[in-house]
Nanobody, 121 residues
Framework: QVQLVESGGDLVQAGGSLRLSCVAS????????MDWYRQAPGKQRELVAT???????NYADSVKGRFTISRDNSKNTVYLQMISLKPEDTAVYYC???????????????WGQGTQVTVSS
């Protein structure tokens, strides 16, 4: 069984910073792309940032220059460093990973349970 567990969500004032972490555990052979999504109340889940196994990152326009995604492949962990937070960043942030459990398995997608980020004005 594979688990993605996020941590680091909190209540923070506008202009503040947070660092989210997501650890993938269980039977894992290889992890391809890892992403962060977010979902605000009443809105659709949206892609925030993505990073390949080789470290190539891409960001949603709304977070470019403020958020940085990184990963530690030796720890099966992905991070999201967030600075200059705005009230509109308030959402549940989800970790998402494309991985294979065994050498002969196909790649599949997995989700974490989410961590709440609240930015007060």
């Amino acid at each position: 069984q594979v688990q993605l567990v996020e941590s680091g969500g909190d209540l923070v004032q506008a202009g503040g910073s947070l660092r989210l972490s997501c650890v993938a555990s269980g039977r894992i052979f290889s992890i391809n792309v890892m992403d962060w999504y977010r979902q605000a109340p009443g809105k659709q889940r949206e892609l925030v940032a993505t990073i390949t196994s080789g470290g190539i990152a891409n960001y949603a326009d709304s977070v470019k220059g403020r958020f940085t995604i990184s990963r530690d492949n030796s720890k099966n962990t992905v991070y999201l460093q967030m600075i200059s937070l705005k009230p509109e960043d308030t959402a549940v942030y989800y970790c998402h990973a494309n991985l294979k459990r065994g050498s002969s398995d196909s790649y599949n997608y997995y989700w974490g349970q989410g961590t709440q980020v609240t930015v007060s004005s």
